[in-house]
C-alpha cells in the first residue's frame, strides 16, 4: 500500500483529481443548463467530454481513500504518520469544494442520459448515426446506469471519510475543552477553527467565488456534500434487466455499499454533533468574551450540521433506505404517507426477488449452504440509527434551524418507525422456535422477512435490545406526540390508525412544518393538536410494543449470559456495535414499560374515557406487536428473577420473594410490571381477544350461529406475533394466574397442631408488600377478564350474534345457553375457555386467601376508636382499619369486590363457564370471605374513616358480593345451589357443621348493615334473596350433599376433596337436578330462582351501581308478595334501632372479632381435577409449580401425564409433587373418563378449524 502513497504523493494525484473534478463540473453544468453564452454544440462537446473522462475521476477518488484509510489503520508509525497527512490533504477545503461540485453535476448527467425528451434537445446527446449497436454513445441508458452507480459510490465512499474526520475532530474538540481549554484559551480556540474549517467545507453551501466560472449564477452554487451524495444515491438508475450475472453483481454491490457509506456518514456526523452539544454546553457555563464568542460560534456550526442533515435530499434517501429495510423484514413495499416515495431500484428488485441482492444466486452466482448475511443486523441498526434517530435528534434540538422543516411529518415517522420494527422483529426471530424465542407460538416456525427467506445469520445477536440509542427510538415517541403543535405537525391524513400490517398503504398528509418537540403537551395549543395526539395514539403505541417485543424476546432468548454482538475477528463492525452491551436491555426494558404509560399521557387520553373508535384502534395496533405477548415474557422475567434472588438470600424462592418497587439486579421488579399492566387492562386496550378479521367473516359466524352450526375461527386470531395457541395469546392472564397462586400460598395461615386452620383474631397481619402485590394481581386478572368478556360482547354483538340468539331462543334458557356455546366456538378455542377458568380459579383462591387474611388480622374497634381519620395503612400497622389501601390507590376489598363481578359474569353470556369451573372457584368460601370482610370493616374503623379510597373500596366489595350472589340465583344450574347456600340452616345445626344449606346466609347477615349503609339498593337485593331463600312454601330443593371437610388450605384453589370416587357422579347428579328444577319442565321454578332472575335484570345489566337503583321499584305479587323498596326501609328501621341501643364498646369488639368465625376456609365443595379438567391449556398442572423460565408458560416443555393423558408437568418435580397432592387418586379415573380422546378430538378440531382460516 505504501506504493500507493509514494504514487500519489510523487504524481500530485489530489491536485490533478481537483482540477479534473472542477473543470467537468462545469462542464457538466453547462450540459445540463447551459452557462451565458454558451452554444448547443460546446454544451453537446462537454456533454461527451463527461461522459468519457467522468468514470475515470470517480475511479480515481473511489481508490484513494481506501488506501489512505487502509495505512492509518494498520500501517506502522513512520506511515500513519505519513497517511494522516495525506488524508489531511484528501480532505482540504479546495478537493471538499471540488468532489462536491462534481457529485451533484454528475447526478444531472444521470438524469440528463436518463431523459430521452432532455437529450432529443441536444441532438440526441451528440450521436450522429440512429442508433447504432456497435456505438456506446447510443447506449445512453447503459452509460447513465454505470456514471450513477459510480458517482454514487465515490461521492458516498468521501462523504463517509469527510464525516469520519470531522466527527473525530469534534471527538477531539470535546477532549480540550473537558480538559481545561476553555474560558476562551487559546487551544479551545484553535480546535473550534479547526473543526469549523472542515464543517464548513463539508456542510456549508458555497457559491463560486471571484474569477471563478459561474460567479454570481445560482445554477452554480455548491450544494452540501451529503445533500449532493444523497442526490446521487437517488438519482442511481436501475441495470437494464437483462444484464448478465457479472455486470447485475457489480450494480448490486455498487447500490448496497451507497447506501452503507451513506449511512455510516449521517452517524458519523450525528456523532459530531453530539460532541458539538456538549462542547456548547461546557463552554456557556464559563466567564469571559472568549467563552462567549466560542459559544456563539459554536452554536452557528450546530445549526448548519442541523440543516445539512435535515435537507430534502437527505430525509428523502434515508426514507427510501428505511423502505428497503421494511421490504426486507415483509417482502412487500409500502408508502409511507400521503406523499409519493422514492424507491431505490435495489430495494424494488429484492422484493421482487425474494432475496438480498448480494445473496442472489442469480446474481452473485451459485451459493455455497454456509453463505449467509452476518453483516445484515449490524447495517440494520446502523440505518435506524442514521435515519429515525436523527429525525428525532433534529426534531427535539429545539434550535432556530431550519432542518426540522424538511423532516417527514409525525405520522409519516411514527408509522415508518413502527413498520421498521416490525421488520426488525421478525429478521431476529426468523426460522426460531416459539419455545427458543419465548413466543410461545406451539413450536411453529416463524416467517422471517422477503416471504419467509430472510432472516439475521447465522444466529441473531439481538445488536438492537443491547444498544441504548436504538432503544430511545423507541421508548421516547411521547416526545414526538409532545412536540406537535396543531396546523399540519402530525399530518394525520386518513386517520390516526396505526396502518395495516406491513405492505399496506399507511395514511399521511402534507409535510409537518414545525416539529421540535416540548417537555409536555401544550394547554394552548389547541383542540388541533389534541386531536392530532389522539388520532397518532395507536401507532405510537405499536411503536413502543415492538420495542418492547424486540427486547423481551432478547432476554427471553439470551439469559444472563447474553453477549454484546462482535465481528470478524473479535472486533465491532461499526462504532455502534461498540455500544452494545448486554445490560442494556435491562434499562431497555425499563425504558420501554415507562414509555407505555408515558405515550399515552402525551397524548392526553383518559383510558376510562377513550372513545370507541380510538380504542377499537389502539387495541389493534397492539395486537399486530403481540403487547400482551411481550409483557408476558416481561413479567415472567421479573418473577423469575425475584425468585432466585429471594432463594439467594434464603427466602426459599418464589415464596418469599420480595414484591417491592426496587428492581433485582436491573430487572423490573413484578409490582412495576403490574403497575404498567393494570391501566392496560382496566382501559380495555390490552388485546387478549384477536379482532375480527372483516364484517363478512363476523356476519358468516353469526350465521352459523342462529342456524345451530359450529363456524370457524376468523383468521385475524392467528395472525398476531404469537402464533395461533391460544394458551400463548392468553399467556399474561395465564402468568398472572401462577402468580396469584403462588400469592395465595403464602397468605395461608399456618396450621396449628396438624389440624386445620382455624380462625384466629389474633392472628399476625399478613406483610404489607405482599397483601399489595396480592390486590395489584387480583386487579390484574379482574381487569384482563372484563376486557376479554367486553371483546366478545362486542364482537357477538356487531356480528348481530346476540341479537340473533336471543330472538330465537328467548323462552328457553337451556337452549339459549347451548347456542350460545357453539356461537362462541367461531371467537374463541375451547383452550381459550379453559385459560380463563383457570385464570379465574386461581384469582377465586387468591381472593378468599386475602379476605380471609384481613379478616383474621382485624384490629379491635375498641383499640382503634380514635382512629376514625384514618385508612390507608395495612391491617394492624397501626392506622386501625380491616381493609388495605394499595399505593395505587385501590383497596383489597375493591380488588376482591371486582374478582365476584367476574366469576358472575363468566358464567353468563357470553362466556357462559362451565358449571363445573364456577364452581371450582368455591364460591361459597370466596363469597363468606367477603362479606366477612364487609362485616369486619362495618364494625371496625374503616366504617368511620373519612378515607375516599377505603370508601370506594367497600362499595366495589358490596356490588360484587350483591352482583356474585344475584348472577348465582339467576344460574341455571348453580341456582337452586345458591338458595341451598342462602336458606337457614337445619334446625340444631351449627355454622360449622359441614353441611351447605344455609353456609352462606350467616355471613350475608353479618354483612348486611355494611350493605345496607353503602348501597341501599343492594342492601335491599340481599334482602330479597334471604326472604325468598327463607320461604317454607317454595324450599331449595333437595340435592346431594357438596361440601366436604378438607384438612387445609388448598393451594390450587377447587380441588378439594379430590379423593373421594363419587364425587364426579354426585357432581353430574347436582348439576342435572339444579337444572331440571330451573326449567320447569317437572315443577315450577322456585321463588327465589324468579326473584333472583328479576334482580339481575336491572343489577347485572347497569353498568355501575347507580344505575341499578330502579331495582327498588321490583315487587313480588301475592299473599307472601313485597315491594323491595318497603324492604328496604323495613330494614334500615330495624338497623336504627339497633344503633339506638348504644351497643357497648365490648360488644362491638366482639362482633368484629365474630367475623373471623363466618369463614368456610376449612370446607370445600368437592370438584376436582376431573369434573373440571383443563385437558387443553398448555399449564403445568402442579398447582405449586414456580417455574417461570421461559418467555411464556406455553413455551414450557410441557409433557402430558403418560397414564391419563389429560394433566402436563414441566418437570418430573412438579409430576411428583402433584401425585402426592392429589393426582393419584385422579389419574385412574381421568384415563377411565375418556377425557384425553375429548381433549384429543378437541384440537383435531382447532387444528382442522385454523387451517381452513388459513387456507
Not at 124 to 129: A, F, I, K, R, V
Not at 307 to 325: F, I, P
Not at 466 to 484: C, D, R, W, Y
Request: net charge neutral; with cysteine.
Amino acid at each position: 500500500m505504501m506504493e500507493w502513497i509514494d504514487a500519489i504523493e510523487k504524481l500530485k494525484l489530489l491536485k490533478f483529481l481537483e482540477e479534473n473534478l472542477r473543470h467537468l463540473s462545469t462542464l457538466a453544468v453547462s450540459a445540463q443548463r447551459g452557462l451565458p453564452g454558451d452554444t448547443v454544440e460546446e454544451r453537446i462537446g462537454g456533454l461527451n467530454y463527461v461522459k468519457s473522462r467522468a468514470s475515470t475521476m470517480l475511479v480515481l477518488l473511489d481508490c484513494i481513500p481506501y488506501t489512505i484509510n487502509l495505512v492509518v489503520s494498520f500501517g506502522a508509525p513512520p506511515q500513519r504518520q505519513r497517511a494522516s497527512k495525506l488524508l489531511g490533504a484528501f480532505l482540504s477545503r479546495g478537493l471538499l469544494m471540488a468532489v462536491r461540485s462534481a457529485v451533484a453535476s454528475f447526478s444531472g448527467v444521470v438524469a440528463l442520459l436518463s431523459d430521452p425528451q432532455q437529450l432529443a434537445a441536444l441532438g440526441g446527446g451528440g450521436c450522429g448515426h440512429d442508433g447504432a449497436a456497435d456505438c456506446p454513445d447510443c447506449n445512453h441508458a447503459g452509460l447513465a446506469a454505470h456514471l450513477g452507480a459510480m458517482n454514487a459510490l465515490a461521492g458516498a465512499k468521501y462523504f463517509r471519510t469527510a464525516a469520519q474526520a470531522l466527527a473525530g475532530r469534534a471527538a477531539e474538540l470535546e477532549r480540550v475543552a473537558a480538559a481545561g481549554g476553555g474560558g476562551g484559551g487559546g487551544g479551545l480556540m484553535a480546535a473550534v477553527k479547526e473543526v469549523q474549517d472542515l464543517l464548513d467545507a463539508v456542510v456549508k453551501p458555497a457559491m463560486p467565488g471571484p474569477g471563478q466560472v459561474g460567479e454570481g449564477n445560482a445554477a452554480m452554487a455548491v450544494p452540501p456534500l451529503p445533500t449532493a451524495v444523497a442526490m446521487a444515491g437517488l438519482r442511481q438508475p436501475e441495470p437494464a434487466r437483462g444484464l448478465d450475472a457479472g455486470s447485475l453483481s457489480r450494480a448490486a454491490f455498487n447500490a448496497h455499499f451507497v447506501a452503507k457509506d451513506f449511512v455510516t456518514g449521517t452517524a458519523c456526523l450525528m456523532a459530531a454533533l453530539d460532541s458539538l452539544d456538549g462542547v456548547v454546553e461546557g463552554v456557556a457555563s464559563k466567564e469571559g468574551a472568549s467563552a462567549a464568542a466560542a459559544a456563539a460560534r459554536l452554536r452557528v456550526m450546530v445549526r448548519e450540521l442541523e440543516e445539512s442533515l435535515g435537507s430534502e435530499a437527505v430525509v428523502t434517501l434515508q426514507r427510501a433506505l428505511l423502505q428497503r429495510l421494511i421490504a426486507h423484514g415483509s417482502g412487500s413495499l409500502m408508502a409511507s404517507g400521503g406523499d409519493a416515495v422514492r424507491e431505490l431500484w435495489l430495494t424494488e428488485m429484492e422484493a421482487r426477488r425474494g432475496c438480498l441482492a448480494l445473496c442472489d444466486a442469480r446474481v452473485v452466482g451459485p451459493l455455497e449452504a454456509s453463505d449467509s448475511a452476518p453483516w445484515l443486523e449490524d447495517d440494520h441498526c446502523c440505518l435506524l440509527q442514521a435515519t429515525l434517530g436523527c429525525w428525532d435528534r433534529l426534531a427535539g434540538s429545539g434550535s432556530d434551524s431550519g432542518a426540522c422543516t424538511k423532516l417527514p411529518p409525525v405520522a409519516v415517522r411514527l408509522r415508518l418507525a413502527a413498520r421498521a420494527g416490525e421488520a426488525v422483529w421478525r429478521l431476529c426471530t426468523a426460522g426460531a422456535a416459539a419455545g427458543a424465542a419465548g413466543g410461545g407460538s406451539g413450536g411453529a416456525t416463524r416467517r422471517g422477512g422477503l416471504g419467509g427467506r430472510l432472516g439475521y445469520a447465522p444466529h441473531t445477536t439481538w445488536q438492537l435490545a443491547m444498544t441504548q440509542p436504538l432503544i430511545s427510538i423507541f421508548a421516547t415517541v411521547n416526545k414526538a406526540l409532545e412536540g406537535i403543535k396543531g396546523g399540519n405537525d402530525g399530518a394525520m391524513g386518513g386517520g390516526g390508525g396505526g396502518g395495516g400490517g406491513s405492505g399496506s398503504q399507511a395514511a399521511g398528509g402534507r409535510r409537518a412544518t414545525t416539529s421540535s418537540a416540548s417537555s409536555s403537551p401544550s394547554a394552548a395549543a389547541g383542540p388541533t393538536a389534541a386531536a392530532q395526539r389522539q388520532a397518532l395514539l395507536p401507532v405510537a403505541m405499536e411503536v413502543v410494543g415492538w420495542g418492547l417485543a424486540i427486547v423481551s424476546e432478547a432476554l427471553a432468548a439470551g439469559g444472563p449470559d447474553a453477549r454484546a454482538p462482535l465481528g470478524p475477528g473479535g472486533l465491532p463492525r461499526s462504532p455502534l456495535q461498540a455500544q452494545a452491551h448486554p445490560n442494556s436491555r435491562w434499562r431497555g426494558l425499563a425504558q420501554l414499560m415507562g414509555a407505555v404509560l408515558s405515550t399515552i399521557a402525551a397524548a392526553g387520553v383518559d383510558v376510562g374515557r377513550m372513545s370507541a373508535a380510538l380504542r377499537a384502534q389502539v387495541v389493534a395496533a397492539l395486537w399486530r406487536c403481540g403487547a400482551a405477548l411481550s409483557l408476558d415474557r416481561v413479567l415472567r422475567l421479573s418473577l423469575g428473577a425475584a425468585a432466585a434472588a429471594a432463594a439467594s438470600a434464603g427466602g426459599g424462592g418464589a415464596g418469599g420473594a420480595d414484591y417491592g418497587l426496587s428492581p433485582t439486579g436491573g430487572v423490573p421488579s413484578p409490582r412495576l410490571v403490574m403497575l404498567v399492566v393494570l391501566p392496560l387492562m382496566d382501559g380495555q386496550l390490552l388485546p387478549l381477544l384477536a379482532p375480527r378479521a372483516n364484517a363478512a367473516a363476523a356476519a358468516a359466524a353469526a350465521t352459523a350461529a342462529g342456524a345451530g352450526a359450529t363456524a370457524t375461527r376468523s383468521s385475524a386470531e392467528k395472525s398476531s406475533v404469537g402464533g395461533g395457541s391460544a394458551t400463548a395469546r392468553l399467556g399474561l392472564l395465564v402468568t398472572t394466574a401462577k402468580h396469584a397462586a403462588a400469592l395465595a400460598r403464602q397468605l395461608q395461615p399456618p396450621a396449628a397442631g396438624g389440624g386445620p386452620a382455624g380462625p384466629s383474631p389474633a392472628a399476625a397481619s399478613p406483610d404489607q408488600a405482599l397483601v399489595h402485590m396480592a390486590t395489584l394481581t387480583l386487579l390484574v386478572i379482574s381487569g384482563g377478564l372484563a376486557a376479554f368478556r367486553w371483546d366478545l360482547q362486542q364482537q357477538l354483538t356487531a356480528a348481530g350474534t346476540a341479537a340473533a340468539l336471543q330472538a330465537r331462543h328467548l323462552t328457553d334458557a337451556a337452549a339459549f345457553r347451548a347456542a350460545t356455546i357453539r356461537a362462541v366456538a367461531a371467537y374463541i378455542s375451547s383452550e381459550a375457555a379453559e385459560a380463563v377458568a383457570f385464570a379465574l380459579r386461581a384469582a377465586a383462591t387468591l381472593a378468599a386467601e386475602l379476605a380471609e387474611a384481613l379478616v383474621r388480622a382485624a384490629p379491635a374497634p375498641a383499640a382503634s376508636a380514635g382512629a376514625g381519620g384514618g385508612g390507608g395503612g395495612a391491617a394492624g400497622t397501626g392506622t386501625g382499619t380491616v381493609d388495605v389501601v394499595s399505593p395505587m390507590g385501590q383497596t383489597a376489598g375493591e380488588a376482591v369486590g371486582n374478582l365476584l363481578v367476574e366469576w358472575g359474569r363468566c358464567g353468563m353470556f357470553p362466556l357462559n363457564l362451565g358449571s363445573a369451573q364456577l364452581l371450582a372457584c368455591q364460591p361459597p368460601r370466596l363469597l363468606a370471605a367477603a362479606a366477612a370482610l364487609l362485616a369486619a370493616a362495618e364494625a371496625g374503623a374503616d366504617a368511620r374513616s373519612n378515607s375516599l379510597q377505603l370508601q370506594r373500596g367497600r362499595k366495589a366489595l358490596a356490588q360484587g358480593l350483591v352482583e356474585a350472589c344475584v348472577a348465582g340465583g339467576n344460574h341455571v344450574e348453580l341456582g337452586p345451589l345458591m338458595h341451598t347456600w342462602l336458606a337457614p340452616p337445619p334446625s340444631g345445626s351449627s355454622g360449622s357443621s359441614g353441611s351447605s344449606v344455609g353456609c352462606l346466609r350467616a355471613p350475608l347477615q353479618a354483612a348486611l348493615p355494611a350493605l345496607v349503609k353503602v348501597l341501599p339498593h343492594y342492601g335491599a337485593c340481599v334482602v330479597a334473596l334471604l326472604r325468598e331463600a327463607a320461604s317454607q312454601t317454595s324450599p331449595p330443593p333437595p340435592l346431594p350433599e357438596l361440601m366436604r371437610s378438607s384438612s387445609g388450605s388448598s393451594s390450587g384453589g377447587g380441588d378439594g376433596d379430590g379423593s373421594s370416587s363419587s364425587s364426579s357422579s354426585t357432581l353430574a347428579a347436582v348439576l342435572a337436578a339444579a337444572a331440571a328444577t330451573t326449567s320447569g319442565r317437572n315443577q315450577p321454578p322456585t321463588d327465589f330462582y324468579l326473584a333472583a332472575n328479576n334482580l339481575a335484570s336491572y343489577v347485572i345489566t347497569a353498568s355501575k351501581p347507580e344505575e341499578a337503583v330502579l331495582v327498588l321499584e321490583v315487587e313480588k305479587p301475592g299473599p307472601d308478595g313485597f315491594k323491595l323498596r318497603d324492604l328496604l326501609l323495613e330494614t334500615i328501621q330495624q338497623q336504627r334501632q339497633q344503633q339506638q341501643q348504644q351497643q357497648p364498646a365490648a360488644e362491638r369488639a366482639a362482633g368484629g372479632a365474630a367475623a373471623a368465625g363466618l369463614l368456610l376456609q376449612a370446607r370445600r365443595l368437592a370438584v376436582s381435577g376431573l369434573e373440571a379438567p383443563l385437558p387443553l391449556l398448555r399449564v403445568c398442572g402442579n398447582p405449586d409449580c414456580g417455574r417461570f423460565d421461559s418467555g411464556s408458560e406455553a413455551a414450557l416443555d410441557l409433557k402430558l401425564c403418560g397414564r391419563c393423558r389429560c394433566v402436563r408437568y414441566c418437570c418430573g418435580g412438579c409430576q411428583a409433587a402433584h401425585w402426592k397432592a392429589g393426582h393419584k387418586a385422579e389419574c385412574a379415573r381421568l384415563a377411565a373418563s375418556g377425557a384425553a380422546a375429548a381433549a384429543a378430538e378437541a384440537a383435531a378440531a382447532a387444528a382442522a378449524a385454523a387451517t381452513a382460516g388459513t387456507s
